[in-house]
Structures are given as structure tokens and as C-alpha cells.
């Protein structure tokens, strides 16, 4: 009896283990195949070309604007002023002291370099990058405060509230995000800007209706599980706090809502993360968020395998943390 | 304290139609303790709720203290705020550790500052037996506690009356005791009580008066001994010969 279960959980064990051993089987020939069908046509994986796109360094030059002499070159830290005394009179130049490539009393010609230094400049992929981090956690506050207004008014029994709230919701959730971008910058953007032009104000930047086509369409959403997470909140807890005299609006704030959010949380990670990967869309009107930055990249560097991996990843990085950070708002709230 | 003149509420459903309540009249002086008895959907639960506006009367008069619940100019807020409930089911607030639980209404209803607030909060969760508890959640409570809980917030508003609606029905029964012990005591005291109970126990010892209600309807009121030992309608009767 002892020797068959110790004899069957060997088999499981073995088991466990030759299905670990696909697993990684499948992942392996995935990559190979994708390495070997890459060099069926002569492509030549370049990986050391990328990280230039995240960070570079930039070559950069002080030159003198003048002729004449180095007068003098006082140093103040980090810092060292070039003096430089012309037939036109004293030129200063502000370099760092490290960088410095002439000394006093020089004979300066006109276009003479004074110093000479690099300097780190953040790559075209890791502003894409952050543009994309902006837009997405704009538009997730502004989803959620428009998605609580909605939720709580999709509930209310005041007509003009709740049938408002329908509308947009149901005309938000049955069109596609694209379609919604395009109405936001072509038809809204044009109208809202034209009637800015007329009034002498500035115009709004593409980003911002994307923002708001993103912050709209998530609040319908947001919206959707705000009324739900309300109303599984049992009534005895209403009927509680307003038996204690607390109004709607307190008894809302104090005792439902902070029960509700709390429930909603893991959908409203699955809504933040879906928004952070439709973001993406956003290229289209010109917003240089990740995904257009890395076209942008592909088209000057001709290395499209790497990128768009890289480009993937980066998202990954993105959505992941967020998904980290919800767990661990969860975990700490209902931690009792 | 509490006057009730003919009301009546109908609930309405898509087909149905239920009267819970018919032609319901009752007073209840202050310092009384009023124990309303009546078999399962005599209405009896229906009319507690009325007298709090949980549940809105279809038509009559409910006066509290001089005002007049109904009456659509009536802030109901402030009236709610004189007038403590303890539910069947406890209705604590999950998120909210006992004493938060205390002193929230206090904090938001009267604005009282949190160190008032938490000083009364102290006091009557010492009057219920349960400070130690103070800081736990009430997940962490045994139905009796979580329902002195209930009761030590209700009192926390300092009302003028107090409304038990089948305070002990969910318990389980060694936990009935501690929780009917503090609602004595309360009695003793001389809050003014309405209590819509099962407990003959309860209604024999502590209670002035003795509602019983049958099918919407009051039947009979009397003082408990009147009710228990010399009832005059039949239905009373047959009540007591199949609860007792």
C-alpha cells in the first residue's frame, strides 16, 4: 500500500517534470524557428544598434565667436568662464571646466573650439516611452473621476442623469476606440479649435483630444463597474448609514463607495492596462507615443525585428507594473 | 414620544400585491419599552422600518418627537439622526474597524471632533462589554459582539428612542443572552424602545407594553401580563399556544 503511493507520486513527479520539458521545448523551437526563418532571408539581427534609441550621447562644441586672446579663465567649481579679448571687445563664455580645450593666452580665430565635451540625451524610443506613460496616467484619473460621475449618476433615479448616463455609455462601449480618436481630433479638434482661432486663443495640441478620446472611452467602462461594484454592496449598508442620519451624499462617500472601489479594483487593473495598450492608437493622430516613436525608429534604422520586440517589451514593462502595483493596493487594503 | 396614526403601505410588485400594513395605529411614550410580537409577515418589521423612513408609508401620520416624518417639508436626515436602528443583520460597516464604526455618524451627522468622537465611542463600547475589541474588524466578531457593536453605534448618535428590528432573530442562541442583557440595561435606563422581537422572554420581563399584530394589522395591545396570561382575541391566543 505505502510502496504504490510512494510509486505513484514518482510518476507524478516524472510527469511534472517531462511536462516542465515542453514547456520549454515549445519556447525554444518558437525561437528558433523565428531565428532560422529570419535567415532564410538574409536578415542580420543588429542588437547592438538599439540601445542608442533609449539613450546617446551627444557630441557637443563651445566655439569661440570671436578673435582674439584668452584673456583670462577663472574656474568656480564646476564651472570655468572663458574671458576672450577681441579687437570688438570681451567675450564670455560659460563651459564646463572638465571640457575645457584652450588655456590662457591663446590666440583665438573666429569658429576656434573653446571646449569640447558629450552629453547623454534621452533616445527617441524612451520619449515615446513616456509620452505613452503621460497620456495613459492622465487619462486613467480623468477615466475614473468620469466613471465614478457616471457610475453613481447610471444609478440615480433622476431621468435626466441616468438616461445621460446610458447614452454615453452605450455610445462610448458600441463604437471602436479608433473610430472614437478620429471623431475627437478631426470633428471636435477642428470645431474646438477653429473656435479658439476666431478668439485669438492658442490652439490645443493633438495630444489632448487623444487624452480625452482615451479618458472618455475608459470612463464608460470605469463607469459600467462603478455601478456594479455599488450595487453589490449590500442595501443593509445604506439602510445603516442612513439610519444614523447621514445624507446620500455622505453615506456614499463614507460607507459604499470605499466598499465598492474596493471590490472593483481587479477589473479596473484589467480596464487601465487594456488603456495602456490603447494608447497605441494614438500614433495615428500624430501623438509620438511608443508605438509610432518605434515606427519612427524602424523606418531610419531598417532593423524591424528587434524594435518591434523591444517595442513590446517595453509595454510589457508598463502594463506589468501596474499590474504589480494594483496587487499590492489590493493586498494592503484588504489586509485587516 | 412616537405617535402612529392609521398607516398603511402596500408593496407593489410586477403582478403582486402585498399589504403589510393596514389601518396601523400605536403610541409610545418616552422612557417606554414597546415589544411588537406577531407571526412572520404580520407587518411587524414593516412598521418598524416606517417609523425611520426606511420604508415610506402609503398614507396616515407617524409624529417623533413633535414632528411629523411624512410631512415631504420634514428633513429626514435630522430626524434619522434622533432615531437609532439595529438591524436583524448587524450592518456593520466591513471596512471600518469597531470604533471607527462608533464614531463615524458622530464624526459626519453632528461633526463632532474625532478625540469627542472617540471618547463616547470608548465609553459605550465599554458599556456593551466589548472594548477590547475597539480596534479589530467586525469580520472578526461573533454575531453577539458584531450586534453590541451595532447597538454601541446607534447609541453613539445619543437618540431619543431606539428601534430593534428582530435584533437577535440571526443569532445563534448562546449568543442571544449578551446581546438582550445590553438592551436590559438600556431599558433600565429608561431609553425610549421599540423592539420588534421573538423573545417572549424579553417582552414578559422588560417590556411596559405588548403590541401583537397579525396580517398588516394591529390586534392587541396590552401590558405582558395582560398578553401573556389573559389574552382576549382568538388569533393572540392561537399565537401563544403554538410559540409557547
Redesign the interface.
Known amino acids: 500500500m505505502g510502496s504504490q503511493l510512494l510509486a505513484n507520486r514518482l510518476k507524478d513527479r516524472n510527469y511534472y517534470y517531462v511536462w516542465v520539458g515542453v514547456f520549454f521545448l515549445i519556447i525554444i523551437s518558437i525561437l528558433l524557428s523565428l531565428y532560422f526563418s529570419a535567415r532564410q532571408i538574409d536578415y542580420t539581427w543588429r542588437w547592438y544598434r538599439i540601445p542608442k534609441y533609449f539613450a546617446y550621447q551627444e557630441q557637443v562644441e563651445i566655439t569661440s565667436e570671436t578673435d582674439g586672446e584668452v584673456e583670462s579663465i577663472s574656474k568656480k567649481g564646476k564651472e570655468a568662464v572663458v574671458r576672450i579679448k577681441g579687437l570688438e571687445g570681451v567675450e564670455s563664455h560659460a563651459v564646463p571646466a572638465s571640457a575645457l580645450v584652450v588655456e590662457e593666452g591663446d590666440q583665438i580665430y573666429y569658429g576656434d573650439r573653446l571646449a569640447a565635451y558629450k552629453k547623454w540625451r534621452v533616445g527617441i524610443l524612451m520619449q515615446g516611452l513616456w509620452l505613452t506613460l503621460k497620456v495613459s496616467i492622465i487619462a486613467i484619473v480623468f477615466g475614473i473621476l468620469i466613471g465614478l460621475f457616471t457610475g453613481i449618476a447610471r444609478i440615480s433615479s433622476n431621468p435626466a442623469l441616468k438616461w445621460s448616463a446610458i447614452t454615453y455609455i452605450e455610445l462610448i462601449r458600441g463604437s471602436p476606440l479608433l473610430v472614437q480618436i478620429f471623431i475627437w481630433y478631426f470633428v471636435l479638434g477642428t470645431l474646438l479649435n477653429n473656435l479658439l482661432a476666431t478668439h485669438g486663443i492658442d490652439q490645443i495640441p493633438a495630444l489632448w483630444f487623444g487624452v480625452a478620446a482615451l479618458a472618455c472611452f475608459t470612463g464608460a467602462y470605469v463607469a459600467e463597474m462603478v455601478r456594479a461594484g455599488i450595487q453589490s454592496i449590500h442595501r443593509g449598508q445604506t439602510e445603516a448609514a442612513r439610519s444614523l442620519g447621514m445624507t446620500y451624499v455622505k453615506s456614499m462617500q463614507h460607507v459604499i463607495l470605499p466598499q465598492a472601489l474596493r471590490r472593483i479594483l481587479p477589473p479596473l487593473a484589467g480596464q487601465f492596462i487594456s488603456l495602456i495598450k490603447d494608447s497605441s492608437l494614438l500614433g495615428i493622430i500624430a501623438i509620438r507615443e511608443l508605438t509610432k516613436a518605434t515606427r519612427e525608429v524602424v523606418t531610419t534604422s531598417l532593423q524591424p525585428f528587434e524594435l518591434w520586440f523591444v517595442c513590446a517589451l517595453l509595454y510589457l514593462v508598463l502594463t506589468f507594473s501596474l499590474s504589480m502595483l494594483l496587487q499590492y493596493l489590493e493586498r494592503r487594503q484588504f489586509a485587516v | 414620544m412616537i405617535d402612529v396614526k392609521n398607516i398603511s403601505k402596500t408593496f407593489k410588485g410586477h403582478s403582486t400585491e402585498v399589504k403589510a400594513l393596514v389601518n396601523v395605529t400605536a403610541k409610545v411614550d418616552k422612557g417606554e419599552v414597546v415589544v411588537v410580537l406577531g407571526p412572520s409577515g404580520s407587518g411587524k418589521s414593516t412598521f418598524i422600518r416606517c417609523l425611520?423612513y426606511?420604508n415610506v408609508a402609503d398614507e396616515g401620520s407617524i409624529v417623533i418627537d413633535g414632528i411629523d416624518i411624512l410631512d415631504p417639508k420634514t428633513d429626514i436626515?435630522?430626524v434619522?439622526?434622533?432615531?437609532?436602528?439595529v438591524?436583524q443583520?448587524f450592518?456593520?460597516?466591513?471596512?471600518k474597524t469597531v470604533l471607527e464604526n462608533v464614531t463615524?455618524?458622530p464624526m459626519?451627522?453632528r461633526k463632532k471632533s474625532k478625540e469627542d468622537a472617540k471618547k463616547k465611542g470608548m465609553e459605550l463600547l465599554e458599556k456593551v462589554g466589548i472594548l477590547d475589541k475597539a480596534d479589530?474588524?467586525p469580520?472578526?466578531l461573533s454575531g453577539g459582539q458584531q450586534q453590541r457593536v451595532?447597538i454601541a453605534?446607534?447609541l453613539a448618535?445619543e437618540p431619543k428612542v431606539m428601534l430593534f428590528d428582530e435584533p437577535t432573530s440571526a443569532l445563534d442562541p448562546e449568543m442571544v443572552g449578551e446581546v438582550l442583557d445590553v438592551m436590559k440595561n438600556l431599558a433600565r435606563e429608561g431609553m425610549t424602545m421599540v423592539v420588534v422581537s421573538h423573545e417572549m422572554g424579553f417582552a414578559r420581563e422588560v417590556a411596559d407594553r405588548v403590541v401583537f399584530m397579525d396580517e398588516g394589522a394591529v390586534v392587541e395591545v396590552g401590558t405582558p401580563e395582560h398578553f401573556f396570561t389573559n389574552p382576549t382575541h382568538e388569533r393572540t391566543k392561537l399565537f401563544l399556544s403554538q410559540i409557547l
Not at chain 2, 434619522?80 to 436602528?85: H, I, P, S, T, Y
Not at chain 2, 450592518?91 to 471596512?95: D, E
Open positions: 425611520n426606511l436626515n435630522k434619522r439622526a434622533e432615531v437609532g436602528m438591524f443583520s450592518n456593520l460597516f466591513p471596512h463615524l455618524a459626519v451627522v479589530v474588524y469580520d472578526q451595532a453605534r446607534a448618535m
